[in-house]
Nanobody
Framework: VQLQASGGGLVQAGGSLRLSCADSGRTFRTLFLAWFRQAPGKEREFVSAINWNGGMTYYADSVKDRFIISRNNAENTMYLQMNSLKFEDTAVYYC????????????????WGQGTQVTVSS
């Protein structure tokens, strides 16, 4: 499993971004996937997760109804559509994966992408 996150950038408050997380491995379709984020001086926090076939999705309360997680197993890619962005969404966003269903604890995830910076200007 080798995860590569992309799609971050600078956006004004109220705007949208779509993050991608691509995997070059052969087991992508079996993985439980998630997005975490970490702002300067803060702990890494759970954002969203999705099960192997996309049938189950999970969101932190802070992003519910604004962010949408999805995956395309044929393309070995996971996405995070971020709408109505707020200044407090500014952080480095990481994609993560594990072989079985996991929760919001980042310690449960064994594979990590390198992170992509999202900056929301107020």
């Amino acid at each position: 499993v080798q995860l590569q996150a992309s799609g971050g950038g600078l956006v004004q408050a109220g705007g949208s971004l779509r993050l991608s997380c691509a995997d070059s491995g052969r087991t992508f379709r079996t993985l439980f996937l998630a997005w975490f984020r970490q702002a300067p001086g803060k702990e890494r926090e759970f954002v969203s997760a999705i099960n192997w076939n996309g049938g189950m999705t999970y969101y932190a309360d802070s992003v519910k109804d604004r962010f949408i997680i999805s995956r395309n197993n044929a393309e070995n890619t996971m996405y995070l559509q971020m709408n109505s962005l707020k200044f407090e969404d500014t952080a480095v966003y990481y994609c993560a994966a594990t072989s079985s269903a996991a929760g919001a604890n980042y310690l449960s995830y064994h594979y990590w992408g390198q992170g992509t910076q999202v900056t929301v200007s107020s």
